[in-house]
């Protein structure tokens, strides 16, 4: 069996992967209408025998998410797109169904495809369209030449996007057609009472402290008469909304918390013609509140990390044992993330040492109040107090040998004497070999008398 896979794994594999991947283009085949062909990014309906009757939708809802691209042409009894015919190509960035029945698309269609870039509605059967539908997507492209609108208010906001040249829309000739079915370029088409609206809020800025009530009036204009409506986004502040008359309304908050400051309010007017909204920020001040502070933890550096609260932004002092810590490369404060009136971050220090131990109090101040709070920091034992722990490194000790014999004090003058004798006679036959070979030497030394003048040949001899 071994042999087997040495000699023919490679293939069997390969066998394995081609298998798979036909499973899989089987599924998405299984999964595509039949009028249509379908790859993994891409569905295309083009068949005009057979046809579509209803925008497709594959079996998979995993297979539609990866969606990117449909394309639909000649399909004549394709009549509209609704609500929900859409909402499951996440990933969709290309749509185009041209030359087709189409002559409805529902306001929602496009709500859960934010990535939507390029729609092409060329020669169908739109009279009208309304610009809810395009309000979720930012679009670079939309066409619409060859539909036949009907001149209206509803239609109103396409020709501001020609003049605005929103979506390259201002090139293209779109037509319109009046009650008596007199043709149109839609840049010549004049409705009246059809204007855009527009909204403004007062106070245009609001700065409040903590508690505090206020009220925000919108004003708003346009024809017909827009809807009025407030974004307050996940607002925490308690309020209330009166609508005094069709242009004019009113928004109190009352106790303002401190948790909305930084938060954008926005007043919304729209019609049929388009939308307009005006906006303003929440400026809470209030005193500062320390929310989170613990013990010192190591990362690269040591770190005792904290949470503070307050605006305008508090200023931070530190105490060590009671008194001011002067800040320096080795201790200093590090704001590591920020945002509207929150910051959190570390009193960093740096190699600290047993010296560094102790009581560590943050106090946080601005304009409207202080708050402190103390934590206890342990960095390494103190040397002086713990003795049976090593502060700075551990070592170990070899055990002493057990089987050495004891030495004689005897024994070792022995060896002392043994050794001086060796050392004499090594040096005494060194001289010897030297004087030996000097006798020629060019210096004419002839020898020397040692030990009572005894002539150095006869010491030789």
Known sequence: MIAFWRCHGAAVMSLWVFCWLLLGLWRLTAACPSSCTCSSSRISCIEQDQGIVAFPVLSSAIEMENITEIYIANQSQ????NDIDVEAYLSLRNLTVTNSGLSYVSRRSFQKTPNLQYVNLKNNKLSTLSWKTFRHVNLAY??????????????????????????????QNLMCKDHSNRKFLLTEMHIPDCVMPTSSISPSS????????????????????????????????????YNLNQHYTTLKMINVSSNDTGKTILCIAENIVGENESSVILVVHFPPKIT???????????CIPFSVR???????????????????????TSIHLAFDSEHHGCLQLDSPTHLNNGQYTLLAKN??????????????????????????????????????????PDSIAVYVVVGIAAVAFTGFVLMLIILKFGRNSKFGIKGFVLFHNTPVDGLMK
């Open 78 to 81: 394709l009549r509209a797109i």
């Open 142 to 171: 939309l066409v619409l030449t060859g539909n036949l609108f009907q001149c209206s208010c509803d239609i109103q906001w396409i020709k501001l996007w020609q003049e605005n040249d929103t979506a390259s829309l201002q090139t």
């Open 292 to 302: 989170f502070l613990d013990q010192a933890v190591l990362d690269h550096h040591w």
């Open 206 to 241: 609001v700065t409040l402290m903590e508690g505090s009530d206020i009220t925000l009036e919108c004003r708003t204009s346009g024809t017909p008469s827009p809807d009025v409506n407030w974004d307050l986004g996940n607002l925490v502040t308690s309020y209330q909304q």
């Open 310 to 332: 307050g605006n305008p932004k508090p200023k931070l002092i530190w105490f060590y044992e009671g008194a001011v810590l002067n800040e320096t490369d080795f201790i200093w």
């Open 367 to 408: 304009e409207y109040g202080t708050d402190e709070r103390t934590v206890s920091a342990h960095f390494m034992p103190d040397p002086l107090l713990d003795s049976t722990e090593p502060p700075y490194y551990d070592y170990t000790s070899d055990p002493a040998p057990t089987n050495v014999p004891d030495v004689e």
